[in-house]
């Protein structure tokens, strides 16, 4: 009786901590979740995880070749953080990953190009300011969970892995190096990536 008792409490107590762990999962995902709608103004009715892990939030449902090069990109960064002595945040579920419509499709030299169109900001005025706003292959959303956003492509996916593993930096810096985080989170007094090698 006794165990049958006990095993009842440990069959309770971790109940409570599921349901708390996910409370708490569903309040961060719907802060991220307004995060990428206010920065994009897009909605993302898609949910689906990467072969190996990262969550995945989308504007339309991505294709393999997409999930693999989200995969790849994550890799590559992984690599990257441990050489250089980095061990936080290098699991592929530590990562949550929105991809947006892109507002732009080619550069201004004519280059497959999609980025996101984000509010000028600290780079008002430089070269990138495009009358209020600036072009971005990516950009973070939050640091805990790991979230960044890109925009949707529909081919040259080498590029999307490149542009994961870079927004990657920003966050792997964060929760393993705060001083080169800080001396790199903003582009726009020059420098860029890659910045781990």
């Known amino acids: 009786m006794n165990k049958l008792k006990t095993l009842s409490k440990v069959v309770t ?10 409370s ?4 961060n995902d719907r802060a991220l979740m307004n995060e990428a709608t206010r920065i994009t103004k897009d909605t993302f009715p898609i949910s689906t995880n990467t072969p190996k892990g990262a969550r995945i939030y989308a504007v339309n449902q991505p294709n393999a070749k997409m999930l ?5 990109g994550l890799t590559d ?4 953080a441990r050489q250089n002595n980095y061990r936080k945040r290098l699991n592929y579920s530590d990562y949550t990953i929105f991809i947006a419509r892109a507002d732009r499709t080619q550069d201004g030299d004519k280059n497959y190009s999609p ?3 984000v509010g000028a900001a ?3 005025g430089s070269v990138y300011d495009k009358g209020g706003y600036i072009y971005a292959a990516g950009m973070v ?3 805990n969970p790991c979230a960044f956003v890109f925009a949707e492509h529909t081919k040259n996916f080498e590029r999307v892995s490149e542009v994961v593993r870079y927004e990657g930096e920003h966050l792997v810096l964060y929760h393993n190096d705060r001083r080169l985080y800080r001396q790199t989170a903003d582009h726009s007094q020059g420098g860029g990536h890659p910045i781990l090698n």
């Open 13 to 22: 107590i971790f109940a409570v901590c599921l349901f708390v762990f996910q």
């Open 24 to 27: 708490v999962q569903a309040q």
């Open 68 to 72: 693999a090069a989200i995969d790849r």
């Open 77 to 80: 960064l992984f690599a990257v």
């Open 115 to 117: 980025d996101i169109a």
């Open 122 to 124: 600290q780079y008002a």
């Open 141 to 143: 959303l939050g640091y």
